[in-house]
């Protein structure tokens, strides 16, 4: 398909050896539902292995890559097998997610597609031929209303943002196939390894309950307040990005994109703002309970259950509370 626009939404998938990421069946299940308000299919361009289209029954057509130089994430060769998909297809909104593909790419595409970017986004909605995106800004503490004008588009969803269960419809999908452009055999770049994460004491991702905190802990003596609070529970402590970095934490016990994603049946953050990088990782947990002596936060957003006491005050009554 070339020529004018069509109302197609593509979403770029993402997989880890040989398994499709849950962000992937986000972005489609919101896809078929742009696709069939503004006219259109939902697509999903694959790079790498072709026989992972199975995994995607969601979608109406499949535009397969395969080259052994997209096996594995790369930033030079998935532009370049994205710019060929774009031209064969042409798409009304590419949707990517806010990892690392997105992050690398969103950019770099809407320069040379030449395309309007809508970056962190967490809701989009379609109507009358216009698409709406709801994008997270200020570190998630503003929600800013943008439309995507023109005949196309390329929106980077945050990671938890839309439902997972539409995008893993049952279905067996067209599969087109397109031929690797001739640069992905002379790539400058390479990939070296991929360092998996070093086990750590406890898995947080199978947690039924976590206590996780944030930045508002102020220093690494503290932890000790919010851990005695996890030890009369008896589960693991968990912690948004600033604790680890400052290296109070280790990188087993982060919660976000750049840590991990977690789903316990409740999730209980003590000074936690609550930025985009963080709610990515668990926004998905049946129950979320925040304390945040900031009423703005936008940790409030998300959760189910939210108090402004200073969880200098509210953990060490907690404890007792639950000790007794």
Same mark, same amino acid.
């Given at each position: 398909?070339?020529?004018?626009?069509?109302?197609?939404?593509?979403?770029?998938?993402?997989?880890?050896? *040989? &398994?499709?990421?849950?962000?992937?069946? @986000?972005?489609?299940?919101?896809?078929?539902? /742009?696709?069939?308000?503004?006219?259109?299919?939902?697509? $999903?361009?694959?790079?790498?292995?072709?026989?992972?289209?199975?995994?995607?029954?969601?979608?109406?057509?499949?535009?397969?890559?395969?080259?052994?130089?997209?096996?594995?994430?790369?930033?030079?060769?998935?532009?370049?097998?994205?710019?060929?998909?774009?031209?064969?297809?042409?798409?009304?909104?590419?949707?990517?997610?806010?990892?690392?593909?997105?992050?690398?790419?969103?950019?770099?595409?809407? $320069?040379?597609?030449?395309?309007?970017?809508?970056?962190?986004?967490? *809701?989009?909605?379609?109507?009358?031929?216009?698409?709406?995106?709801?994008?997270?800004?200020?570190?998630?503490?503003?929600?800013?209303? /943008?439309?995507?004008?023109?005949?196309?588009?390329?929106?980077?969803?945050?990671?938890?943002?839309?439902?997972?269960?539409?995008?893993?419809?049952?279905? #067996?999908?067209?599969? %087109? =196939?397109?031929?690797?452009?001739?640069?992905? =055999?002379?790539?400058?770049?390479?990939?070296?390894? %991929? #360092?998996?994460?070093? +086990?750590?004491?406890?898995?947080?991702?199978?947690?039924?309950?976590?206590?996780?905190?944030?930045?508002?802990? @102020?220093?690494?003596?503290?932890?000790?307040?919010?851990?005695?609070?996890?030890?009369?529970?008896? %589960? !693991?402590?968990?912690?948004?990005?600033?604790? $680890?970095?400052?290296?109070?934490?280790?990188?087993?016990?982060?919660?976000?994109?750049?840590?991990?994603?977690? *789903? !316990? *049946?409740?999730?209980? +953050?003590?000074?936690?703002?609550?930025?985009?990088?963080?709610? @990515?990782?668990?926004?998905?947990?049946?129950?979320?309970?925040?304390?945040?002596?900031?009423?703005?936060?936008?940790?409030?957003?998300?959760?189910?259950?939210?108090?402004?006491?200073?969880?200098?005050?509210?953990?060490?009554?907690?404890?007792?509370?639950?000790? &007794?």
């Amino acid at each position: 398909m070339t020529g004018a626009m069509s109302g197609n939404v593509l979403v770029l998938a993402e997989h880890e050896g *040989k &398994q499709i990421s849950e962000g992937t069946y @986000e972005l489609l299940g919101a896809a078929r539902g /742009l696709a069939a308000a503004l006219g259109g299919t939902a697509e $999903v361009a694959l790079f790498g292995p072709r026989e992972l289209a199975a995994q995607l029954g969601g979608a109406d057509t499949v535009v397969s890559v395969d080259h052994p130089a997209l096996a594995e994430y790369l930033p030079e060769a998935y532009e370049q097998a994205l710019l060929a998909v774009l031209a064969a297809r042409s798409p009304r909104l590419v949707l990517m997610s806010t990892a690392t593909p997105g992050l690398d790419l969103g950019a770099a595409m809407a $320069v040379h597609w030449q395309a309007p970017l809508a970056a962190y986004v967490t *809701k989009l909605e379609a109507a009358d031929g216009a698409i709406v995106a709801t994008a997270a800004i200020l570190g998630g503490k503003v929600l800013a209303e /943008l439309e995507l004008t023109g005949e196309k588009a390329i929106a980077t969803v945050i990671g938890g943002a839309l439902p997972v269960a539409a995008g893993q419809a049952a279905g #067996t999908p067209e599969v %087109v =196939d397109i031929a690797p452009p001739a640069g992905l =055999d002379q790539l400058r770049m390479s990939l070296l390894e %991929v #360092t998996e994460p070093q +086990a750590g004491d406890v898995d947080i991702t199978t947690a039924d309950l976590l206590v996780s905190v944030g930045r508002g802990i @102020e220093s690494q003596d503290n932890l000790e307040l919010v851990a005695e609070l996890g030890d009369v529970l008896g %589960v !693991p402590l968990s912690a948004s990005r600033p604790v $680890v970095d400052a290296g109070w934490l280790p990188k087993t016990r982060q919660v976000g994109k750049s840590g991990l994603k977690v *789903k !316990p *049946k409740a999730y209980l +953050a003590f000074g936690i703002s609550g930025a985009p990088e963080h709610l @990515e990782g668990m926004r998905g947990a049946d129950l979320i309970i925040a304390c945040n002596t900031d009423p703005g936060a936008p940790i409030f957003d998300v959760a189910h259950y939210g108090t402004t006491v200073d969880l200098f005050d509210l953990v060490p009554a907690l404890t007792e509370k639950l000790s &007794q």
